[in-house]
Every structure is written in structure tokens, then in C-alpha cells.
């Protein structure tokens, strides 16, 4: 296999850039990056590595950082990355050029791909689920973007735009914008030391279908006695999948004092074409 493009999905928009890019890259294979995370060592076997994932709170999501620091990739000649999101900047090409590095390798191309919002984390804004036809200008616009960087990919040429998009802008100073930035990059990464977050809980909508426990990427769910419970001492991915995918909109993120929750108004996006297979089958490498 010439080329591998590993990927990690929540609801499915990194998932349909990744199957994209197979379809315009010859002789590429698709892999899930979550049921590989408890191996010691991952090694890759393309002469070409790709790693599609989404931007969480400005960087890279700590399961991803976790799989590129296990990562052997001393078979690759050529490493590209592409980082779906809402739009905001992406603040983690340092970690990512720090992590090649010390494997004695660096990135090659990077893309970003501006996709529909999958319910930004608490959801402190009131927020809307896009419209079909949002959806459908999107994909569009994603489509022409993925024809437009496929040939850089298949010519294996180095690739890293400028990224201008809009950062934190709560405050009208911009040195407090600046620090507040930090302090979300921040707060992700240390999420992966103190044990992941432990915000979600099912309101009285859940039925015990199961669903979530099926998406959940990191096994933190269980449905026991028909109700769904996260597992305190499992590490939540903040993937989003539970929160999108359950049925009865049942599953929601607690409020914190200073930052109020609105899932329980707010909508659900999961990408149109991702079906709960889709998401679970990345846990049995499928
Ligand atoms: C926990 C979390 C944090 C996010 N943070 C950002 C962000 O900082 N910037 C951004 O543009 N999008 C952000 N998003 C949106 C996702 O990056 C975007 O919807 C992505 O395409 C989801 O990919 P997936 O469907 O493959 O999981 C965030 C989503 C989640 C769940
Ligand atoms: S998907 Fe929703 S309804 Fe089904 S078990 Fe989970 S929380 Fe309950
Ligand atoms: S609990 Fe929800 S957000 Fe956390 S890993 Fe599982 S599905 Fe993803």
C-alpha cells in the first residue's frame, strides 16, 4: 500500500474527508486511528501518511496527539495532515512539527477543511443546525477544496498555507483574546493529564437504546439498566459522538459555574452520510 490515511471521526465530517481522499489518491487505504491507541508502539506502512482529524478547542484532539507520539512512520518519504473544523484558527502545527521531529521527520503539507459545527464544546453560544441546503453548499465547497489539494498530495509536494481564520474574539483586547487562546490550547492539553473531561449526562428522554455506547469512541459508555452511563475512570475523547447521534437528543453537557450549557435547546449535526456503523466500526479497525 502506497499511501495510508489514518483518521479519527466523532460525527463524521473528518470521516467523509478521508474517504474522499481515497477516492483521488491511487493505491490508499483508509485506518482508524482509535482501535490502534492501545498498542505501545504504531507502525505505519505507507511510503505516504495521511492523518485527517478535527481541530478541538484550537489544536490537536489528545487522542490524536496520543496516536502521533506512538506513531512509527520511519517507512513515510512524504506526511501530509488535513484538520476539519468550524473555522477557527488551528493552533496545533507546532505540536505536530515537535512530535515528527523527534521521530526525525516533519510535515510536509498541511490542509484545513471548514466543515458544518457538531456542537461546539458546552455550547455556551445558542447555536443552529445548518440548513440542507448549508449543508449542501458546504459539501460543494469541500468537494472543489479536496480536488484542488489531491494533486499536491499525489505529486507529494510540501504544502502550508497561511492560516488566517478568525481566533478567540470575546474581548476587544486583543491581548486578552491572546490569552484566553492559550488558556483553551491549554486546557486541552491538559485534559489528557488529569483524566479527560466528565461533563455529559442523559436527561429523562433516554430510552436505553444504546446508541451511545455504540459511538463512543473511547468506551467510557455503558448502557446499564436502559440508561446510559459514562464510566468516571474512562477517558473521554470529546468526540461529540453520544451527544450527536442519540436519538432522542437525550444526551447533555452540564453547565459550570461562569459557562451555561444550551444542549438541551441547541440541535444535533451529525455529517449526512455518517451512520452509527461508520463511527463504532473505527473501534474494531473496520
Ligand atoms: C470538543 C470540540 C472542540 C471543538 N473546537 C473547535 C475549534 O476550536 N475550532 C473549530 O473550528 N472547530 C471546533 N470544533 C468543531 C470540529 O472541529 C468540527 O466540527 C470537526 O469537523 C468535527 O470533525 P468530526 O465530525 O470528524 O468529529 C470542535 C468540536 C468539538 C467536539
Ligand atoms: S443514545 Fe440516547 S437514548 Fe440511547 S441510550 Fe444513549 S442516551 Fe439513552
Ligand atoms: S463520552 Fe461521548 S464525547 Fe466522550 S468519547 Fe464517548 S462518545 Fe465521545
Known sequence: MDTEI??????????????????RIPDSKLVPIVNLLDKPRIKAEGKAIGIVFP?????????????????DVQSADYIF????????VFRGLKTLDRLLAQKKK???????????NNEGPRSEIAYEVPT????????????????????IIRKREAFRGKDDSYTISCSPNPVKNLLIEKLVVFGMNLSEYVGGVNYFYHD????????????????????????????????CYMCYACLNFC????????????????????????????TVKDIASQKSGS
Not at 83 to 88: M, P, S
Request: proline content about 4%; some cysteine; charged content about 20%.
Open 6 to 23: 489514518y483518521y479519527f471521526s466523532g460525527t463524521g465530517n473528518s470521516l467523509f474527508v478521508a474517504r474522499e481522499l481515497q477516492k
Open 204 to 235: 429523562e428522554k433516554c430510552n436505553g437504546c444504546g446508541i451511545c455506547e455504540k459511538v463512543c469512541l473511547s468506551g467510557k459508555i455503558r448502557v446499564a439498566g436502559r440508561q446510559a452511563v459514562w464510566q468516571k475512570n474512562t477517558f
Open 81 to 88: 495532515t488535513a484538520v476539519t473544523r468550524l473555522g477557527t
Open 132 to 151: 440542507k441546503a448549508r449543508i449542501q453548499q458546504v459539501e460543494s465547497a469541500v468537494i472543489a477544496y479536496l480536488d484542488n489539494i489531491s494533486p
Open 55 to 71: 481541530c478541538y478547542a484550537l489544536t490537536l484532539p489528545v487522542a490524536v496527539k496520543r496516536f502521533v507520539k506512538k506513531l
Open 247 to 274: 436519538p432522542q437528543q437525550s444526551v447533555q453537557v452540564g453547565s459550570i459555574p461562569g459557562v451555561a450549557s444550551h444542549t438541551a435547546e441547541n440541535g444535533r449535526y451529525p455529517h449526512p452520510y455518517a
Open 106 to 116: 516533519k510535515l510536509d503539507a498541511h490542509f484545513v477543511v471548514n466543515m458544518c
